[in-house]
């Protein structure tokens, strides 16, 4: 006895685009944030370095 089951579709949600696309969209913009991230903590850096050598300069020139 042979049976012909008809053949299962997949779930929607195998087909469904809409998903993949936001998670796709979620780490592109958390690699954005993570990039803006390091550059300001290294300008910051870079900045207070900057202030605190001109700072030293100033103080040096003066006679402090």
């Not at 969209?25 to 903590?41: E, K, R, S």
């Not at 300008?43 to 605190?52: A, I, V, Y």
Request: aromatic share 6%; glycine share 6%.
């Amino acid at each position: 006895m042979n049976i012909h089951l008809p053949p299962q579709r997949p779930p929607s949600f195998w087909r469904d685009e809409d998903g993949t696309t936001a998670v796709e969209y979620a780490v592109m913009l958390a690699l954005i944030i993570a990039v803006c991230l390091g550059a300001v903590n290294t300008l910051t850096n870079e900045t207070k370095e900057s202030f605190d050598r001109s700072s030293s300069a100033i103080s040096g020139a003066m006679g402090n």
